[in-house]
């Protein structure tokens, strides 16, 4: 899968990642469309620093996957959300859409 990655101030490029594995409470979303963030631009222009090479982003939408076995209410292929993120990377405002 293909994913923005930042490797310092400046420097995002565009690479090939492996997919995630997804634990027990965990769902996985195919993103297909994403905006960019006040806070994604502070981190491209180090004027906000994180530990580097990171993915960065959360403001996306996709369809969700996979699911976790303790997963429950995601059924099959749903359309999904997401916004915020925690600074664990936690959907803490994952959406279903119709």
Known sequence: MKAAVL???MDLRVEEVNKPTIGPED????????????SDLHLYRGTWTIETPRIIGH??????????EKVSGWRGVQ????????????A????RTP
């Open 27 to 38: 769902v996985l979303v195919a993103v297909k469309a994403v905006g960019i963030c006040g």
């Open 59 to 68: 403001e996306m939408t996709g369809e969700v996957v996979e699911v976790g």
């Open 92 to 95: 803490t405002g994952a959406k």
């Open 79 to 90: 359309g999904s959300q997401s916004s915020p993120w925690s600074a664990a990377g936690n």
């Open 7 to 9: 490797h310092g101030k």
